[in-house]
């Protein structure tokens, strides 16, 4: 497995994605669907990393532009809870996949199922 792995968007666009981010990538997919807070929460405590909140929150975005995560928001209601969650998207499975962390008989459609 390569230390770093460059995504492209464009000529002046690109994401780096480490070896942790693939082993918090494959973290969420076994768990299919976690609140940002949650996940938040087990990036910083079962990952040992230190990024604040706001980093956190900043990477996810990135993570999201480049089709690696998705995410939707759920509204109990007018005055009910409300939350952002997020779940793999369909390049986190191609990445994960290529890397070992998957089998490739994996399932993609599964994903979308999910979320639904």
Do not use: C, H, P
Request: no cysteine.
């Amino acid at each position: 497995m390569k230390e770093e792995i460059i995504l492209r968007k464009s000529a002046r666009q690109r994401l780096e994605v480490k070896a942790s981010d693939l082993e918090y990538l494959a973290f969420l997919e076994q768990q299919r669907l976690l609140s940002v807070q949650q996940f938040y929460q087990a990036y910083s405590a079962l990952f040992n990393n230190r990024l604040k909140d706001y980093s956190f929150k900043n990477r996810l975005r990135k993570f999201e532009e480049y089709n690696l995560i998705r995410s939707n928001y759920y509204s109990n209601g007018f005055e009910g809870e409300r939350f952002k969650y997020v779940t793999v998207g369909s390049k986190s499975i191609e990445l994960l996949i290529e890397n070992k962390f998957l089998d490739g008989s994996y399932n993609k459609s599964k994903i979308y199922k999910f979320n639904q």
